[in-house]
């Protein structure tokens, strides 16, 4: 299984960035593809999910502005953030969430860093 992140990078604040993943190898069945991130001394947390249904969630936080989109017939999620803060500074993985016959497997890329800074 592989999850290969792109699009990280350094950003002014008000910027925008778009990260992409793309999964391959897995051969389960997968219900959701998300972005977490994790800023230096703080825990990991989910920035935005979508799920097989079509259906997002996003942190309290980055609602408004990012979009999770998940192109059709591929293992391939974006996350498309803008008007970023320097608070948004953090390390960004993406993560698939998988099942078969009731069993649960979460995969993770390797991350991608996200800089916020003027």
């Known amino acids: 299984v592989q999850l290969v992140e792109s699009g990280g990078g350094l950003v002014q604040p008000g910027g925008s960035l778009r990260l992409s993943c793309a999964a391959s190898?897995?051969?389960?069945?997968?219900?959701?593809m998300a972005w977490y991130r994790q800023a230096p001394g703080k825990q990991r947390e989910l920035v935005a999910a979508?799920?097989?249904?079509?259906?997002?969630n996003y942190a309290d936080s980055v609602k408004g502005r990012c979009t999770i989109s998940r192109e059709n017939g591929k293992n391939t999620v974006h996350l498309q953030m803008n008007s970023l803060k320097l608070e948004d500074t953090a390390v960004y993985y993406c993560n698939v969430w998988a099942t078969n016959d009731s069993k649960e497997y979460y995969y993770w890329g390797q991350g991608t860093q996200v800089t916020v800074s003027s």
């Open positions: 190898g897995i051969i389960f069945s997968i219900y959701a």
């Open positions: 979508i799920i097989s249904d079509g259906s997002t």
